[in-house]
DNA sequence: GCCAACGTTGGC
DNA sequence: GCCAACGTTGGC
């Protein structure tokens, strides 16, 4: 059982679209890096951090899980899709999502700057210095103490 | 809207 | 393989 992170625009896909969907495809990561958490390390029933990114109050705002293997992101063989990548092919893919259903939405936004104010989230991943990764790993100790802020 | 950070691209 | 230019992310 692992943690992770994982940022959404609420603009474009909130923690209450998840909701509704109940599960969604994670489409349209196009970093190597998140790609590799996702492709490497994900794995059915792994706690998500749902985290709204570029808004009026950016953090955590819910809980999500999981919810199977990685697979190629069906968008970037799409020629209509912004993410469509012309180097990706069927036979060799670029880039895996997994699909992620949710679990469950905070009571409270826990807000970056209050997340910043933990000494114990010292080297927290989403905390350091210009980091712009959409999907990043956290430890069990982190989960824990930033749930225990809600 | 600004801008720092940083990943990617492409010329050489 | 270097590195300048460029594009994107994301907080403010």
Same mark, same amino acid.
């Given at each position: 059982? &692992?943690y992770?992170?994982? =940022?959404s /625009?609420?603009?474009? %896909? @909130?923690?209450?679209?998840?909701?509704?969907? =109940?599960? +969604?495809?994670?489409?349209?990561?196009?970093?190597y $890096?998140?790609?590799?958490?996702?492709?490497d390390?994900?794995?059915?029933?792994?706690?998500?951090?749902?985290? &709204?990114s570029s808004?009026? /109050?950016? #953090?955590?705002v819910?809980?999500? !899980?999981?919810?199977s293997?990685?697979?190629?992101?069906?968008?970037q %063989?799409?020629? *209509? @899709?912004?993410?469509?990548d +012309? *180097? @990706?092919?069927? /036979?060799?893919?670029?880039?895996?999502?997994?699909?992620v259903? %949710? *679990?469950?939405k905070?009571?409270?936004?826990?807000?970056?700057? +209050?997340? *910043?104010? $933990?000494?114990?989230? !010292? #080297? %927290?991943?989403?905390?350091?210095?210009?980091n712009?990764?959409?999907?990043?790993?956290?430890? =069990?100790? $982190?989960?824990?103490?930033?749930?225990?802020? !809600?």
């Open positions: 059982m &692992h992770w992170l994982m =940022k /625009e609420p603009d474009a %896909f @909130s923690i209450d679209d998840l909701a509704r969907a =109940k599960t +969604e495809p994670w489409t349209g990561v196009r970093n $890096q998140a790609r590799n958490f996702m492709r390390g994900m794995h059915v029933g792994d706690g998500v951090l749902f985290y &709204h808004c009026p /109050e950016p #953090g955590v819910g809980i999500a !899980e999981v919810a293997d990685a697979y190629p992101d069906p968008t %063989f799409d020629r *209509k @899709s912004d993410y469509y +012309e *180097k @990706s092919t069927p /036979e060799n893919p670029r880039w895996m999502l997994v699909d259903a %949710f *679990k469950r905070l009571g409270r936004t826990i807000g970056l700057d +209050e997340l *910043k104010q $933990q000494a114990r989230l !010292e #080297g %927290f991943a989403l905390l350091q210095r210009g712009r990764l959409s999907v990043l790993p956290v430890t =069990k100790a $982190q989960w824990s103490h930033i749930l225990a802020l !809600e």
